[in-house]
């Protein structure tokens, strides 16, 4: 199977099955020097472990990370960086039943198409659980960029019809609220959906958005490798994505350019922009503005109603999905979508140390 690692420079590989052994990832390129231990890596984890709140699967792991190299008197060596989390609460046999038979909305069907054989076991590398190595990841990535006044924020903008009032945003409600919204009484609104949702053996979508402020203007390239584009493939990777904006998104098709442009101003001696519908980034090139992405994410596929399928013998069946799922997805897939960023951030920093020979004299003292 190709199509396991991203990214050019700070490219990672992750590997494993949700009901094999382990999962993990390998980190290249991340420079040498960067004060990392494995609190950095397991707060990001955390953030994405199964079981802790009602709107969750029940299915419990800690999902503690294991830095296998990569690491020395605690600072990254410079050479690849090896993390592995433990599999603990496999229920293979919650999946038995689901081996000659597609479920709707999985990769059950086009994964037989492709190589005639398929891990039904929870999914295998389609799961969900495969994000551990992503977030893991994620977590080196946003260290490594905060060394630059990089932040992400990443958190939930809505769940079904519930939207967030971004004048009641609270930051600490995002790691607080079982939705991760940064507005509690939206995030009240949303479990009582959920609940209702649950009661009907149903499940519900929403949309993430993240920001990431402080980048500086000039990361990026104006033709294929757009930072736009990059981040838009990355965040398409998640398995649950569906669409992704950034800035204003779609809504730019109902304006004119004279509504739509950013206006450039000079303050305290900075160019900066009067507006930021372009979600900080023209031509594929950051402009200095704070990054706004959005990831629009589906409804779990694991439901308890009843669906009509059809089994590897060609007959069209009636089936009720079984196991532990999510209700929705949403919440646990916040910090994958800030790791998947943060991803495309760091390489895009260490590609453009290359772009100017003022760059390059600086690093070797000509």
Request: hydrophobic share 40%.
């Amino acid at each position: 199977m190709a199509g396991s690692s991203f990214g050019t420079i700070f490219r990672i590989t992750t590997w494993g099955e949700s009901h094999g052994a382990a999962l993990g990832v390998v980190v290249d390129g991340c420079p040498a020097g960067l004060f990392l231990n494995s609190s950095d890596i397991q707060a990001y984890l955390d953030r994405r472990k199964p079981g802790q709140t009602k709107i969750s699967t029940p299915r419990k792991e800690a999902d503690e990370a294991e830095i296998l190299s990569g690491i020395f008197e605690g600072k990254t060596t410079g050479t690849p960086v090896a993390m592995l989390v433990r599999n603990t609460s496999q229920h293979s046999a919650d999946y038995s039943e689901i081996a000659n038979y597609y479920r709707p909305g999985h990769a059950d069907y086009t994964f037989d198409a492709k190589y005639g054989f398929r891990d039904y076991r929870g999914g295998g590398r389609s799961s969900g659980r495969e994000t551990i190595g992503r977030v893991a990841a994620g977590a080196v990535a946003a260290k490594l960029l905060r060394e630059f006044g990089i932040e992400l924020t990443a958190y939930t903008k809505s769940i079904g019809p519930v939207n967030i009032d971004m004048t009641k945003f609270e930051k600490q409600a995002i790691l607080d609220t079982p939705t991760c919204m940064p507005d509690r009484e939206a995030s009240v609104l949303a479990e009582a959906y959920l609940a209702d949702c649950m009661k009907n053996y149903d499940s519900a979508g929403g949309v993430i958005e993240c920001v990431i402020g402080g980048v500086p203007a000039g990361l990026g390239d104006p033709v294929f490798e757009k930072l736009s584009a990059n981040l838009s493939r990355a965040v398409m990777s998640i398995g649950a994505v569906k669409a992704v904006e950034i800035g204003d998104g779609i809504n730019v098709a109902l304006r004119h350019g004279s509504d739509n442009n950013d206006s450039f101003r000079m303050e305290n001696g900075q160019i900066t922009k009067a507006s930021n519908h372009a979600g900080g980034i023209l031509g594929g090139i950051s402009d200095g503005s704070s990054i706004i992405l959005r990831a629009y994410i589906k409804p779990t596929p694991s439901i308890f109603s009843p669906q009509e399928t059809v089994n590897r013998q060609g007959e069209n069946i009636e089936i009720s999905i079984k196991g532990r799922h999510d209700p929705i997805i949403v919440p646990r897939a916040v910090v994958v979508v800030e790791s998947m960023a943060a991803l495309v951030l760091a390489d895009a920093l260490l590609l453009n140390a290359s772009a100017k020979m003022d760059h390059l004299k600086r690093i070797y003292g000509r």
